[in-house]
């Protein structure tokens, strides 16, 4: 096979040229030949089946007519200029309607011949109508030659569209392309798995999910690709996990010490619940082993991950070592600070904060008391892993929120130290399962599955904007007992100034509501200065304010347990797990909590089931399966995931059989295989010595 056709720059493909080739790459990301031909379609069209005028419904998806002209006829002028044409068949009438390329429409249609209108039926004025149909000469004799029975339809954009790239100019450099490489396409997957699964051949598949034949052979072309894309990922991490334990010998924890022990006894200020206990030892024994660790805690909101991680760490540095937290923005990594000197004693061990905004002195003192093992804990954002900072002997790091940190951040953390560190990923709320197994194939899963004891579950409302007074009703008695409240507002990325406006007219209405001397505001929002943002949230924490209004989520990022409502403005305009972890932000008491949704009248399908489902569960677990299905794979696990995740055709909440029978065969092919070698494994063995044009091995974990 000629590799090097695939890695062809895409302007040299017939059709393209300079200027096309710019765009393809600006718009959609093709650069090469390969990255052309596995731009799979997103639909396809039936163009079998004819429909009736007199058939025809709005709620129809896109459909073909075969229609005679019968007028045409430019109406208006200059922006109302259009062109109209009536056409019938023998059961009705329909207009057809052309705002843009006028002329090109008016030269190439004839009065009464017969046509093939393809389009989207609408009805304006009780008639139907179709707007900008594709349409073709109706002709008995010719045979259906590139106008295909099964028609794909690729995702284009309104600058392809400039171009003549639309999903059709698309579909004619497929046809141009799998004509020069499809011969090219060689085969992945081993033979007997292409037997198993009854796939296609890679060729076939390539061939049929571009230009199906039918339905049938379409639904296995397509089942072939994405079982073939799973399984490579699942190859990737599963061969990486197998390298890693090979290769990297861990530190050993030989022996739980006086901190862990002292911190256990005496300053732990709760009973731990059996659920912590089990992921402790979980931790404690991968730690005995001398391999190095790779885990993830999954638990949801307040299910209290990070005393887990301080008591792991504790480990660590009874056995001799340093430790690290690295958390994806300096408010977490400054909360994470605070926390854990809250529950440490001043003098227990030391303990030091480094982000983007730490002083250069300070900078200085951190630098000299990690290189000398002065310093036992440092808490940081991704400062952490830039090249000045040394350790003297890094053993443990836990890194908070994975999904903001791309697979490099954790190899970095690596390079600190001779032998790796252990390293602990904690999730701020649960991940899908099919998620988890694809982003985190390669590490070891621990569940903290149960709440501290005595938390009661939070009770959530979805009031609409006329049920403001109620709202105000409940934030009044919560006063009353001597509870506090946040209010938070939505951040619109694009505009800063909108928010403010937002927040501060909020801020209006509440001063009058809940007026001073008897009540008092905390407000904290993205323009004010680092210092008066802590000055206010400190205020709030002392509880001098009894309600805090702040745009943003992470902002409300302090732990306040005597905070008992949170109330959410425009709460549709945010994502499933973000209203969950705002949540989760109160019930940290013993007292019983509340979560309020406010909301406009109108509300998208999505926007309502979000609201529907915070109502009805406080199951992060739940939340977060259902927030997979809402916004895809692409949302949740962030940009950074350094590509792992850039599913072409495979769609993680659509296809989870597939992805759990790739993982099987993977795990069975390392389980009876570990260094590939059998004749049949040597098609996968290839696979890892062609350069990777994606993620390579030493860069996953």
Known sequence: MNDQIFKTPIEYLKGVGPQRAEILKKEISVFTYGDLLSYYPFRYIDRTQFY?????????????????????????????????????????EIELVWFQGINWVQKNLQINQVYIIFGKVGFFNGKAQMAHPEIELFNKQQKSNGNLMLQPVYSSTEKLKQYSLDSKGIQRLMVSLIDVCLSEVDEILPTYLINQFKLFKRVEAIQNVHFPADVNTLKIAQNTLKFEELFFIQLKLLRSKLLRIQKFKGNIFSSVGEKFNQFYQELLPFELTNAQKRVIKE??????????????IQGDVGSGKTVVALMTML?????????????????????????????????????SLLTGSTKKKNRKIIAEELESGALSILIGTHALIEEPVKFKNLGFAVIDEQHRFGVEQRAALWKKN??????????????????????????????????PVGRKPIQTLHLFESQRLRMFGLMKQEIAKGRQIYMVYPLIQESAKLDLKNLMDGVE??????????????????????????????????????IMVATTVIEVG????????????????FGLSQLH????????????????????????????????????????????????????????????????????????????????????????????????????HQILKAFFFKKENGITLDKIS
Do not use: W
């Open 558 to 573: 302090v732990n306040v347990p005597n905070a008992s409502v949170m109330i959410i403005e425009n709460a549709e305009r």
């Open 418 to 451: 001779v032998t790796p560190p252990h390293i602990l990923v904690m999730t701020a709320t649960p991940i899908p399962r099919t998620l988890a197994m694809t982003l985190y194939g390669d590490l070891d899963v621990s569940v903290i599955d149960e709440l």
């Open 315 to 351: 480990l660590a540095i009874d056995n001799g070592f340093q430790t690290c937290l690295m958390a994806p923005t300096e408010i977490l990594a400054t909360q994470h600070y605070h926390s854990l000197k809250a529950l440490l004693k001043d003098d227990f061990v030391s303990i």
């Open 283 to 296: 931790i404690r024994s991968d730690t005995f082993k001398g391999i190095q660790m790779n885990r993830l």
């Open 581 to 680: 972890q705002l949540r989760g932000r109160v019930g940290r008491g013993a007292e019983q909590s509340f979560c309020i949704l406010m909301s406009g009248e109108k509300l998208s399908r999505d926007g309502k089931t979000r609201l529907e489902t915070m109502v009805r569960t406080n199951d992060g677990f739940e939340i977060s399966e259902i927030d997979l299905q809402l916004r895809g794979p692409g949302n949740i696990e962030g940009k950074q995931q350094s590509g792992l995740l850039d599913l072409k055709i495979a769609d993680l909440t659509l296809d989870q059989n597939i992805l759990q029978e790739a993982r099987k065969c993977v795990l069975k092919i390392f389980e009876d295989d570990p260094d590939l070698e059998e004749p049949e």
């Open 509 to 546: 209405v509440m001063s009058i509501e809940f007026p001073l001397p008897v009540y008092k505001i905390s407000v904290v929002h993205g323009q004010l200065k680092a210092a008066d943002k802590e000055f206010e949230m400190q205020r709030f924490v002392k509880g001098e304010t009894q």
């Open 52 to 92: 009736k005028i007199k058939n025809v419904d709005p709620e129809l998806p896109y459909i073909q007519i075969l229609v005679r002209l019968k007028s045409l006829e430019l109406l208006g002028e200059k922006r109302t200029k259009r062109l109209v044409a009536e056409a019938i068949d023998d059961t009705g």
